[in-house]
């Protein structure tokens, strides 16, 4: 017969599996986030960075501003046109989020990164990571 003790951390380790995925689940990068990159589109999709940013991309890296992020995004869009964008995966905890999304461009594939936190009712991306994926 198990102890009590010994349930007890089984059940919170169910608990804790099962919140996660369920947590998993119910969070969603907003549809017009999805579409902008869809589209290669910096302009929509600054709508939702944070005040600043953290970019991390094969030729760049740093913290940005709304308007210079903006910019750099413009260049990588010019250079790698898209040809599709697909979110494979989500997470969610308290007010933050997570997706990773796939990035087929013209020249090569990519794996995107969003970092997303909610204020305010409004989704806005804190860091956004593009990695260019092996081929």
Known sequence: MKSSGSRKHWLLFLIFVF???LASMNAQ???NIIEATR???AQE???YFNGKIELVLPQKSGV????QAKLILEDFFKHNPTISFKV???GKRQNSAFAIGKYQSNKSTYRFYFLTKNKDD?????QLRIEKEDD
């Open 19 to 21: 919140g996660g995925c």
């Open 29 to 31: 990068l907003p549809n």
């Open 39 to 41: 589209n290669a589109n």
């Open 45 to 47: 999709l600054s709508n």
């Open 64 to 67: 940005f501003s709304n308007s």
């Open 88 to 90: 494979i995966h989500q």
């Open 122 to 126: 409004k989704t806005y991306i804190h």
